[in-house]
């Protein structure tokens, strides 16, 4: 230990001893909490300790992938006043228009309105094509959802 580590940790232990004697601590109890947290600068002072700090950040981190996917659906199914997140809704309307799209619906079109409502349900459709700025509820979310898998699985047969 070099010299001025070692009155650097003196300094440390000497404020220790003064805060907890400033917070109230009779003398021997002093002594004590300044005697184990000189005790444990010691010890992170031992050799081979070195591999037990914290490790460097990584700089490279994507935010992409499955479980960050997965993750951001199941927090955003728990919106505000039992909403589901405008992120989930856009999702399920960008799945739901992609699907209708393989039989010839166009979500956004009005003309294709009553086609997309025979399809979907009337509650799944009106939960679809709201307005962003007002979520839908949690079980209209959830009838959508139904409503767009079933979809998908007519679809496929």
């Given amino acids: 230990m070099t010299a001025s580590a070692v009155a650097r940790s003196a300094l440390f232990l000497a404020g220790v001893f003064a805060l907890v004697l400033v917070v109230g601590f009779d003398l ?9 947290t000189g005790v444990v600068l010691l010890l992170r002072r031992l050799p081979g300790t070195a591999g037990d700090e914290w490790p460097e950040r990584q ?24 909403r589901v997140d405008r992120r989930s809704a856009l999702r399920l309307r960008s799945l739901a228009s992609r ?26 459709y009106a939960t679809l094509t709201a307005e962003s700025a007002h979520p839908p509820r949690y079980d209209h979310f ?16």
């Fill in 59 to 82: 700089q490279n981190l994507s935010d992409s992938g499955v479980r960050r996917e997965v993750a951001r659906l199941s927090w955003g199914l728990h919106g505000h006043e039992g």
């Fill in 99 to 124: 699907r209708l799209e393989r039989v010839g619906i166009d979500l956004d079109d009005p003309g294709d309105a009553e086609g997309a409502r025979r399809l979907l349900g009337d509650q799944a």
């Fill in 142 to 157: 959830a009838r959508a959802v139904v409503a767009v898998q079933q979809l998908s699985e007519r679809n496929s047969r």
């Fill in 28 to 36: 021997e109890h002093c002594v004590l909490v300044t005697a184990g």
